[in-house]
T-cell receptor, first 114, second 115 residues
Framework: DAGVTQSPTHLIKTRGQQVTLRCSPK?????VSWYQQALGQGPQFIFQ???????QRGNFPDRFSGHQFPNYSSELNVNALLLGDSALYLC?????????????FGPGTRLTVL | AQTVTQSQPEMSVQEAETVTLSCTYD???????LFWYKQPPSRQMILVIR??????QNATENRFSVNFQKAAKSFSLKISDSQLGDAAMYFC????????????FGKGTHLIIQP
């Protein structure tokens, strides 16, 4: 059973560019959450997708947008990249019908903005 | 807004000894979940243990146990018989009840295991 997968592993972009990160959830999971983890910090919640809709959003600007596909995979898009967007981007999948709604994390995509 | 505080940036313990990592949180909710996640240098975040706020009994998973003090809003993690493979960043996380919300994480504690 494949766990959560993310692509690419690493990415280097320059300021002002746009980037798309991809996530495939664990088999059987229908909800995908995205987190940003700056160096030396804990992950910060960006948003969550369920049934192809953004269900909840953290304190991130509109430059951060997402999408969920019918097969539950998801994309995170960041426009007009800033140096401060450099971070590890984590995707987590879950099955909310479970009471504790455990989130399973992928290995992350390391984004460097120059 | 909920906050999670981990006051120990780094902890060190001898192999086979016991170590306790601290976590406090702030919330006005009565129904919520608390988690400890482990992030080894390979980066993949792994759930170590979880606690439902409505349960008075402290959760235990093999060598890992928690001390959940709801009134004090404290949620510490005890690792017994520490092993070299326990070396990692440990994050305390909070989620309100209801199933739809993202996790709020603390800044993490870097655990070093001395052989």
């Amino acid at each position: 059973d494949a766990g959560v997968t993310q692509s690419p592993t690493h990415l280097i972009k320059t300021r002002g560019q746009q980037v798309t990160l991809r996530c495939s959830p664990k088999s059987g999971h229908d909800t995908v959450s995205w987190y940003q983890q700056a160096l030396g910090q804990g992950p910060q919640f960006i948003f969550q997708y369920y049934e192809e809709e953004e269900r909840q959003r953290g304190n991130f600007p509109d430059r951060f947008s997402g999408h969920q596909f019918p097969n539950y995979s998801s994309e995170l898009n960041v426009n007009a990249l800033l140096l401060g967007d450099s971070a590890l981007y984590l995707c987590a999948s879950s099955f909310p019908e479970l009471s504790y709604n455990e989130q399973f994390f992928g290995p992350g995509t390391r984004l460097t903005v120059l | 807004a909920q906050t999670v505080t981990q006051s120990q940036p780094e902890m060190s313990v001898q192999e086979a000894e016991t170590v306790t990592l601290s976590c406090t949180y702030d919330t006005s909710e009565s129904d919520y979940y608390l988690f400890w996640y482990k992030q080894p240098p390979s980066r993949q975040m792994i759930l170590v243990i979880r606690q439902e706020a409505y349960k008075q009994q402290n959760a235990t998973e093999n060598r890992f146990s928690v001390n959940f003090q709801k009134a004090a809003k404290s949620f510490s993690l005890k690792i017994s018989d520490s092993q070299l493979g326990d070396a990692a960043m440990y994050f305390c996380a909070y989620r309100p009840g209801g199933g739809a919300d993202g996790l709020t994480f603390g800044k993490g504690t870097h655990l070093i295991i001395q052989p």
